[in-house]
């Protein structure tokens, strides 16, 4: 069940692996470097006694290399106690010091011993008696971000754990009790889940969990049920969750839609903990979000602006609270995570409620953290995302962005009914254009199979389709290790045009011919001036767009639809390309080198 459990977890990081088990003798562990597989392979070689209780933990290294060594669990307490750790903790070096001193001695380079080592230390002190109230303890003595799981010889039954800035859930089952990082480490097991809140500990034995503070104090959690199931976390006949996740995008556009607006064209959040009042009365909105989830908010940003005729910032999370930013109650943050854990976005989140500011978050994962710390809530239903590139969460976040833009523009009077029922007809059309795209993904699967000996792709854009051209250069990097660059199209001028060579590959987002502005124009523009200097260019465009084709050696067309929505379509032949590429290229896709999918440390 633990193996199990850490397959469905192995995408949020696989630099190791381990488990460990309670038996009649003690505590077994079993630990090794590299991906789930070779751990599987060691309990083959040395089987592990039958046991009903046992903890697991696949390790995205930060203190020490991804060695067997540093690998979890890590015991203490002679053997008798075994834990499990994410995230940092910040003050290890000093507890270490005078855990040291007392003669403990140290078999890791890692943080988490050090957090096993001083629980040991500190159950003994107490009388060797009260795991709970040990963790509680030292729960208090550690500082940063952790969640950690005990088990100990003496207590059969019982696992503990504790919560500070790192996810972790508890599932409920039938006589049988779970916790993992996210609820797909027990979707095998039980749909029903509680949350927990921060600095919290729970105490689980098969049919209790209880939950206190750092102190010992009770604390409730909020009990949720799932609204997936296990066959959504697999890959459904599709050779990797990357490509099952491209396909699932007709379904993520159209499930986040789904419900949102009434036949007045009214729109609904999931959660509002701000006065409408309030909202109406925002200045300005900064986006605050990493890496893919970033450029769904870049795209967003031109939308929102024009819908509601409010400034939009889009600030990458880490960056933020290190620049002073001038925020006050009349701004309202807009976080987008898939996870809702990234801890750069959480940690900025916070600094922006500090300075008064009101948080609304989209998120992909119910009972996550950022949600639950936010003023409003607007969740993407895109279903559990599996593979480290983020897909489908990129498109749905894409749309839950259009519902906030589309209801602040409500409340605010800037657009009539009329208007946004339009947007929202338009929006409701894109799951089917969708699908006509992957439809024909041949086309660009042959094509990406036919670069996989490149070095180097340029991706350019205008507009929306800037941060399109950045989405398509992230997934390329990230899945196929190319060096990959998108760029605002109208900025080459200014340099990269020097990258440009005989045979250089430059993909174009090219905007919609169709309208009175100029943008296709000045795209065409752009595609002339690197095809004078030799570049390959292969063009994204849209249906009925015939002049592009001269000036391309490889078009492909995406549906008509209004200039703000192109970006849901023109994205999918840029994921479809980097993941056939990749493929091709004998890579894991699902799992890319140095990566892991929720990124729970600063
Ligand atoms: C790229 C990717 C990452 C995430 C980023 C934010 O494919 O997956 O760039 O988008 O780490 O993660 P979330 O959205 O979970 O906050």
Redesign the pocket.
């Known amino acids: 069940m633990v193996l199990e459990g850490l397959r469905r977890l192995e995408y949020r990081g696989y630099d190791s692996a381990g488990v460990a088990v309670l038996t009649d003798q003690g505590i077994e562990a079993r630990k090794k470097s590299g991906k789930l597989a070779n751990l599987i392979g060691v309990i083959e070689e040395e089987p592990l006694s039958a046991s009903l209780t046992g903890i697991g933990h696949t390790r995205w290294a930060t203190h020490g290399g991804p060695t067997d060594q540093n690998a979890h669990p890590h015991l203490a307490d002679d053997g008798a106690l075994a834990v499990i750790h994410n995230g940092i903790i910040e003050n290890f070096a000093e507890i270490k010091q005078e855990l040291l001193a007392k003669g403990h001695t140290f078999l890791s380079e890692t943080d988490t011993e050090v957090a096993a080592v001083l629980l040991g230390d500190i159950y003994r002190a107490e009388g060797g008696q009260d795991l709970t109230k040990s963790l509680q303890i030292a729960s208090r003595k550690l500082e940063g971000a952790f969640t950690l799981l005990a088990v100990h010889r003496d207590h059969p039954g019982v696992v503990v754990a504790s919560r500070r800035n790192s996810p972790l859930v508890v599932g409920l089952g039938e006589n049988e009790n779970f916790l993992g990082s996210d609820v797909s480490g027990f979707i095998d097991f039980t749909r029903r889940a509680v949350e927990l809140g921060q600095d919290q500990i729970v105490t689980i034995t098969p049919d209790a969990h209880e939950i206190t503070d750092f102190f010992g104090n009770p604390a409730e959690g909020k009990e949720f049920t799932v609204d997936w199931d296990a066959a959504a976390a697999e890959k459904g006949g599709y050779d990797s969750f990357m490509a099952k996740e491209i396909h699932d995008q007709p379904a993520a556009v159209a499930d986040t839609l789904l419900g949102r607006a009434d036949a007045e064209g009214r729109l609904t959040l999931d959660e509002l903990r701000i006065d409408p009042q309030e909202l109406k009365g925002i200045s300005k909105i900064i986006v605050l979000?990493?890496?893919?989830?970033a450029y769904a908010g870049s795209v967003a940003k031109y939308a929102i602006e024009s819908w509601c005729r409010i400034p939009v910032e889009v600030e990458l999370s880490h960056e933020f609270r290190y620049r002073e930013p001038i925020v006050d109650e009349k701004t309202l943050i807009v976080s987008?995570?898939?996870?809702?854990?990234?801890m750069d976005?959480l940690m900025a989140v916070r600094y922006a409620k500090e300075q008064g500011a009101k948080t609304l978050s989209i998120c992909n994962t119910n009972g996550s953290t950022i949600p639950r710390e936010s003023d409003a809530v607007l969740y993407t239903h895109a279903g559990p995302e599996i593979a480290?590139?983020?897909t489908k969460?990129f498109l749905a976040q894409i749309t839950a962005t259009y519902i906030l833009g589309l209801y602040l523009a409500h409340l605010r009077g800037n657009l009539f009914t009329g208007q946004i029922k339009d947007i929202l007809a338009d929006l409701g059309k894109i799951p089917a254009k969708i699908q006509d795209i992957l439809d024909r993904e041949d086309e660009i699967k042959d094509l990406a199979v036919s670069m996989a000996e490149n070095q180097s792709v340029l991706f350019l854009g205008r507009h929306v389709g800037y941060p399109v051209a950045m989405e398509g250069a992230?997934?390329l990097k990230?899945i196929a290790y190319i060096h990959a660059e998108g760029f605002a199209a109208g900025e080459l001028k200014h340099g990269p045009i020097a990258l440009i060579d005989d045979g250089q590959p430059v993909f174009v987002v090219v905007p919609s011919p169709r309208g009175r502005d100029s943008l296709h124009s000045k795209v065409v523009s752009n595609i002339q001036e690197v095809r004078a200097r030799g570049a390959k260019t292969l063009v994204i465009a849209e249906q009925g767009d015939e002049a592009v084709k001269q000036y391309a050696e490889f078009v492909f067309y995406v549906p008509e639809t209004p200039t703000l929505l192109m970006p849901l379509l023109a994205t999918v032949p840029l994921q479809i390309f980097a993941c056939e590429l990749a493929t091709a290229k004998g890579f894991d896709v699902d799992q890319p080198r140095n990566l892991a999918k929720?990124?729970t440390v600063e």
Request: glycine share 10%.
């Open positions: 979000a990493c890496g893919t989830s987008i995570s898939q996870s809702g854990e990234t976005t480290v590139a983020s969460a992230l997934k990230e929720s990124v």
